[in-house]
T-cell receptor, first 112, second 113 residues
Framework: NAGVTQTPKFRILKIGQSMTLQCTQD?????MYWYRQDPGMGLKLIYY???????DKGEVPNGYNVSRSTTEDFPLRLELAAPSQTSVYFC???????????FGQGTRLTVV | QQQVKQSPQSLIVQKGGISIINCAYE??????FPWYQQFPGKGPALLIA?????SEKKEGRFTISFNKSAKQFSLHIMDSQPGDSATYFC????????????FGGGTRVLVKP
């Protein structure tokens, strides 16, 4: 089992460009999450999904969009990249209960 | 509003020593308190977790102490090893909120040989 897989691992974007961060999981978990991690800071929740077709905002959703058409995939879309979106993005999957959330290895995004 | 506060931001300990990281929370609805370990270039991975009905949980060299009345919990790493050098995050969540994790700011631990 691969667990949670994120692509790409690294990306440099110019201001105003758009891109999609891909996330897929093979654990059949209903809950999926997107977090961002800024240097020296903890992770902040951007969006989450409790199942296919259902998404909701987290703590820092502005500038992002998500979709969840299948249990496996949970892509994160940046429409108009801004320098403030320079960060490391982590996707995670879990059962939604008080148990482990499994994280991907992250996507390091730089907006210049 | 930072709901989970973590200290210290960084910690240097000699091999064989004890590393102690503290966290305090505000939301009394939190019912799950995990600690995640993150190595450079990797995603966080669950290290150990506790629920508020117990005051301590030990797994190998790692122990969580939990004080519900003070709304505080801490991670103790006994006999610290160079391989323990990593960033540690405390977190908290509620099942009612889909177990969305609220993270502390992280502690970078360096264990010197």
């Amino acid at each position: 089992n691969a667990g949670v897989t994120q692509t790409p691992k690294f990306r440099i974007l110019k201001i105003g460009q758009s891109m999609t961060l891909q996330c897929t999981q093979d654990m059949n978990h209903n809950y999926m999450y997107w977090y961002r991690q800024d240097p020296g800071m903890g992770l902040k929740l951007i969006y989450y999904s409790v199942g296919a077709g259902i998404t909701d905002k987290g703590e820092v959703p502005n500038g992002y969009n998500v979709s969840r058409s299948t249990t496996e995939d949970f892509p994160l879309r940046l429409e108009l990249a801004a320098p403030s979106q320079t960060s490391v993005y982590f996707c995670a999957a879990g059962t939604g209960g008080p148990t482990e959330a499994f994280f991907g290895q992250g996507t390091r995004l730089t907006v210049v | 509003q930072q709901q989970v506060k973590q200290s210290p931001q960084s910690l240097i300990v000699q091999k064989g020593g004890i590393s102690i990281i503290n966290c305090a929370y505000e939301n009394t609805a939190f019912d799950y308190f995990p600690w995640y370990q993150q190595f450079p270039g990797k995603g966080p991975a669950l290290l150990i977790a506790i629920r508020p009905d117990v005051s301590e949980k030990k797994e190998g060299r790692f122990t969580i102490s939990f004080n519900k009345s003070a709304k505080q919990f801490s991670l103790h790493i006994m006999d610290s090893q160079p391989g323990d050098s990593a960033t540690y995050f405390c977190a908290a969540s509620t099942k009612a909120a889909g177990n969305k994790l609220t993270f502390g700011g992280g502690t970078r631990v360096l264990v010197k040989p």
